[in-house]
């Protein structure tokens, strides 16, 4: 029912002249160029809305996530080794929040390759609106904003974690650089493991709270990350 109120709501003549002037389209589950790295799971949402272009199936993608209120070292990390996998001509993914996500973006955009974010709002909104910059950005370097609902979709709780899915879905590999003990991040963890994914993370120190849940992942198995390299 879901599906075919969204259906109708593409075919509308209004709508999709609302779509073009804002530069969005979307594309369809089953559809030739929705993303093959997120087709085979049965989560996959229904329609992907976006504005700029979507990851190249041919590079290497990987996500990059963490704490929202991350430290000195967290940012310094994300932004280093997301230049230098951009550079290596990695697609770099990440739900553009703030923290984390925010300084993989901004570090991807020093490198060559085209980066992406996966909103939990409409396509058409920046959340958060003061990283409207990095949003602009992305499209301006060939990249891509990314969402499961449509324009005009304001954020709420719950679509944050159910955006996770799509995160993990599109990357070949998770990389998380700080996160706390049963933080935000562990549903994106989660939902990775389900697909079959690698997950790595970014060792911190052993008393910082910012690291409690990463630290816990590479106990658990995670691949240690320390540069783009690895």
């Not at 709002?121 to 969402?147: A, F, H, M, R, W």
Request: glycine content about 10%; proline content about 5%.
């Amino acid at each position: 029912e879901w599906v075919d109120e969204m259906l109708n709501l593409i075919n509308q003549k209004e709508y999709k002249q609302k779509m073009e002037e804002a530069g969005v389209k979307v594309v369809i589950k089953g559809a030739p160029d929705y993303p093959k790295n997120l087709m085979q799971y049965k989560e996959a949402p229904e329609f992907l809305f976006y504005r700029g272009n979507l990851p190249d199936p041919k590079k290497a993608t990987v996500a990059i996530i963490g704490s929202r209120g991350c430290s000195s070292y967290g940012r310094k990390m994300s932004k280093e080794i997301a230049r230098d996998l951009s550079k290596s001509g990695v697609q770099v993914i990440s739900g553009l929040a703030r923290g984390i996500d925010s300084y993989a973006s901004l570090g991807a955009l020093e490198g060559d390759t085209p980066t992406f974010a996966v909103l939990g709002t409409g396509v058409d909104l920046c959340y958060p609106p003061e990283n409207l910059d990095i949003y602009q950005d992305i499209l301006k370097k060939g990249g891509g904003i990314i969402s499961e609902y449509p324009m005009g979709e304001a954020a709420v709780p719950w679509h944050f974690p159910s955006r996770n899915r799509i995160i993990s879905g599109l990357a070949n590999k998770l990389l998380v650089i700080e996160a706390r003990h049963k933080s935000g991040t562990a549903t994106t963890v989660e939902w990775a493991i389900e697909q079959g994914k690698d997950v790595c993370a970014v060792p911190g120190r052993a008393c910082d709270k910012l690291s409690e849940g990463t630290n816990e992942l590479l106990k658990t198995g995670a691949q240690i990350v320390t540069s783009a390299k690895d």
